[in-house]
């Protein structure tokens, strides 16, 4: 069955750095999500990326997936403590079932 | 526009109790999801209703979970008798159909501690 990969598990990063966290599937998404979840609360969407090479900013978060619709990134430009949580990728496989990966934690060093 | 709701929120059962769990979608979403959500891991899809009718309840431990959507608005999701392994935030969503390319908004979760 298709599966997600998030990498890394986790991650702690100085305030004000970059940073980058990956999500990478085996076989051709169809649709790809990105979450963010603060601990005790529910998923906070963040983007949808539907076509390959597609980009899209909110804030000082940016997305993409690649052009073969197997990898996408989140990029996250001078990290605020605002943006510590788990961050977690969903897809529609070829079956039109939403996948999840496992989470990426998030910690900011202030 | 009011987001998903849930409730409770948080909850702590002995084993072999019952737990109930009530979810309110936002307003004309027909679709309504219930996930179960494991530390440490992503959520896991439990059932799945297009209004008030079951599209995907394959991962649903049939034995000792339910889950009802009268009207095709608010759901209620069943637990008995809750196990250990039950121990999770079960967290509600919607979208206004099914996936592929609608955008699904979660409810706050609600958290369950069987001990």
């Not at chain 1, 999500?33 to 539907?50: D, P, S």
């Not at chain 2, 709701?5 to 979810?23: H, L, T």
């Not at chain 2, 649903?60 to 999770?88: H, N, Y």
Request: hydrophobic letters at 35%.
């Amino acid at each position: 069955s298709q599966e997600l990969e998030q990498s890394p598990q986790s991650l702690i990063v100085q305030e004000g750095k970059n940073l980058t966290i990956n999500c990478t599937s085996s076989k051709t998404l169809y649709g790809l999500y990105w979450y963010k979840q603060k601990y005790g609360e529910g998923l906070i969407f963040l983007m949808m990326l539907q076509k390959g090479g597609e980009e899209k900013s909110h804030e000082k978060i940016t997305a993409k997936l690649d052009e073969k619709k197997q990898q996408s990134s989140l990029h996250i430009t001078a990290s605020q403590p605002s943006h510590a949580g788990i961050y977690l990728c969903g897809a529609d496989d070829s079956n039109y079932q939403l996948i999840w990966g496992a989470g990426t934690k998030l910690i900011i060093k202030p | 526009e009011a987001g998903v709701a849930q409730s409770p929120r948080y909850k702590i059962i002995e084993k072999r109790q019952s737990v109930a769990f009530w979810c309110n979608p936002i307003s004309g979403h027909a679709t309504l999801y219930w996930y179960q959500q494991i530390l440490g891991q992503g959520p896991k899809l439990l059932i799945q209703f297009q209004n008030n009718g079951v599209v995907d309840d394959s991962q649903l431990p049939k034995d000792r979970f339910s889950a009802e959507r009268l009207k095709g608005v608010d759901s209620t999701l069943k637990i008995q008798p809750a196990k250990l392994e039950d121990s999770a935030v079960y967290l509600c969503a919607s979208s206004r159909a099914g996936y592929s390319g609608n955008t699904i908004y979660f409810g706050e979760g609600s958290w369950l501690t069987v001990v």
